[in-house]
Nanobody, 114 residues
Framework: QAQLVESGGGLVEPGGSLRLSCAASGFSIRMYPMSWYRQAPGKGRELIGTIPSVGVNTIYADSVKGRFTISRDNAKNTLYLQLNSLQPEDTAVYYC???????WGQGTQVTVSS
């Protein structure tokens, strides 16, 4: 059974950084593009970006471009999201998603506050 499990969220001050992980099991992420989403309180789910299965042309939302970086370690079957220069408006639950399988993780909370 395909499963995605996010980790690494927490409370961080404005300007801080976090690194989120998404560990996959039951399938190999190397076959698929992978995405990160987030959902802020009272808002819909927002696509942060998608990393292709091959190559380096990751696509990012304008709201995070230059601050967030998606990467993958196929050997570890893990997807990552590096969050830098965090602001209060980045507070949300962050989810990983495999479009090719329709699989979502349970999410990890990121709270940016002083």
């Amino acid at each position: 059974q395909a499963q995605l499990v996010e980790s690494g969220g927490g409370l961080v001050e404005p300007g801080g950084s976090l690194r989120l992980s998404c560990a996959a099991s039951g399938f190999s992420i190397r076959m698929y593009p992978m995405s990160w989403y987030r959902q802020a309180p009272g808002k819909g789910r927002e696509l942060i970006g998608t990393i292709p299965s091959v190559g380096v042309n990751t696509i990012y939302a304008d709201s995070v471009k230059g601050r967030f970086t998606i990467s993958r370690d196929n050997a570890k079957n893990t997807l990552y999201l590096q969050l830098n220069s965090l602001q209060p408006e980045d507070t949300a639950v962050y989810y990983c998603f495999c479009p090719g399988r329709g699989s979502w993780g349970q999410g990890t909370q990121v709270t940016v506050s002083s």
